[in-house]
């Protein structure tokens, strides 16, 4: 009898000592991730790209690292901000700029209202422009953090050569019955979604169905990154049987249909919906992300 309790307890010992040593693994996963503050505008140095010169300090961009420490001191101590360089001399950032700009519907601002200051992640986040407006910072990071959802840490770092995509997508809020819906499933850094963008923003606004009826398209986009939404996305990997060969991205659910890669989205989805498989397509799943 006691040789059988001492293994458990043994094994218990060890765990606790684990737990001690490294904390507890699950200690902090309710903790809001710090708000990214993402600082775009142009500093020609360029690190370390001169050949004929050592690296030396980017001037431009440390004038306003330097003010928005002293200007965020409180917000960085305790962790609620983190700040992201981004120097607008090189393709990517200057690619991914645009990309926010165009998310936050301010693709027309002028290139001379730099620094872009984007505070989170666009449907939650804000964004600010210009040294004249940097005394605004503390305010608006406190609104954003204030709406800020709880499974905002998923936005990652891009590698190499990538490029953030933030397709278009309609408000749940108006979505009729009568309305084609399609859902489009993709993430953040894909570049065979970025591949399908034209595609997309060329969706007609209404199409006639094959009875000669009119309907109005309605586009949404969910990204699997987001715990929140990838929940949705399963309830139609789900619902549609979908093969977990199939279950990546890029996907698009038209009606009962699940079209994967360009090689079935190009070619299929302007036909579903003539066929009026957007009439079909289920929107109880949606509800959830409306609560």
């Given at each position: 009898?006691?040789?059988?309790?001492?293994?458990?307890?043994?094994?218990?010992?060890?765990?606790?000592?684990?737990?001690?040593?490294?904390?507890?693994?699950y200690?902090?996963?309710?903790?809001?991730?710090?708000?990214?503050?993402?600082?775009?505008?142009f500093?020609?140095?360029?690190?370390?790209?001169?050949?004929?010169?050592?690296?030396?300090?980017?001037?431009?961009?440390?004038?306003?690292?330097?003010?928005?420490?002293g200007?965020?001191?409180a917000?960085?101590?305790?962790?609620r901000?983190?700040?992201?360089?981004?120097?607008?001399?090189?393709?990517?950032?200057?690619?991914?700029?645009?990309?926010?700009?165009?998310?936050?519907?301010?693709?027309?601002?002028?290139?001379?209202?730099?620094?872009?200051?984007?505070?989170?992640?666009?449907?939650?986040?804000?964004?600010?422009?210009?040294e004249?407006?940097?005394d605004?910072?503390?305010?608006?990071?406190?609104?954003?953090?204030?709406?800020?959802?709880?499974?905002?840490?998923?936005?990652?770092?891009?590698?190499?050569?990538?490029e953030?995509?933030?397709?278009?997508?309609d408000?749940?809020?108006?979505?009729?019955?009568?309305?084609?819906?399609?859902?489009?499933?993709?993430?953040?850094?894909?570049?065979?979604?970025?591949?399908l963008?034209?595609?997309?923003?060329?969706?007609?606004?209404?199409?006639?169905?094959?009875?000669?009826?009119?309907?109005?398209?309605?586009?949404?986009?969910?990204?699997?990154?987001?715990?929140?939404?990838?929940?949705?996305?399963?309830?139609?990997?789900?619902?549609?049987?979908?093969?977990?060969?199939?279950?990546?991205?890029?996907?698009?659910?038209?009606?009962?249909?699940?079209?994967?890669?360009g090689?079935?989205?190009?070619?299929?989805?302007?036909?579903?919906l003539?066929?009026g498989?957007?009439?079909?397509?289920?929107?109880?799943?949606?509800?959830?992300?409306?609560?």
């Open positions: 009898m006691k040789n059988t309790l001492i293994k458990p307890l043994i094994v218990l010992l060890c765990l606790a000592l684990i737990c001690s040593a490294q904390g507890f693994p200690a902090k996963a309710e903790d809001k991730a710090p708000l990214y503050v993402r600082v775009y505008l500093d020609p140095c360029g690190g370390c790209a001169s050949a004929d010169a050592g690296c030396r300090e980017c001037e431009v961009i440390m004038a306003v690292l330097n003010r928005l420490m200007l965020l001191a917000e960085l101590a305790d962790g901000v983190d700040i992201r360089m981004r120097n607008l001399l090189y393709e990517p950032v200057q690619k991914e700029h645009q990309t926010y700009l165009r998310a936050f519907g301010q693709e027309d601002t002028p290139k001379s209202l730099t620094p872009t200051y984007v505070l989170g992640e666009p449907g939650w986040g804000d964004i600010l422009h210009g004249e407006q940097e605004l910072l503390p305010e608006a990071i406190a609104r954003v953090i204030a709406r800020m959802p709880a499974d905002a840490a998923w936005r990652r770092e891009p590698r190499e050569g990538q953030f995509i933030s397709p278009r997508s408000p749940l809020t108006d979505i009729q019955p009568e309305d084609s819906l399609i859902l489009y499933f993709y993430k953040d850094f894909c570049p065979y979604c970025k591949d963008e034209v595609l997309f923003d060329a969706l007609p606004e209404y199409v006639y169905l094959a009875d000669g009826t009119k309907s109005r398209v309605r586009f949404v986009s969910l990204e699997k990154q987001i715990p929140r939404q990838m929940k949705v996305v399963q309830r139609y990997y789900d619902k549609l049987f979908v093969h977990p060969d199939r279950q990546f991205v890029p996907m698009v659910v038209i009606g009962n249909r699940a079209l994967f890669l090689a079935e989205i190009i070619p299929g989805l302007l036909q579903a003539i066929d498989e957007g009439l079909k397509t289920d929107r109880a799943p949606l509800a959830a992300l409306s609560n």
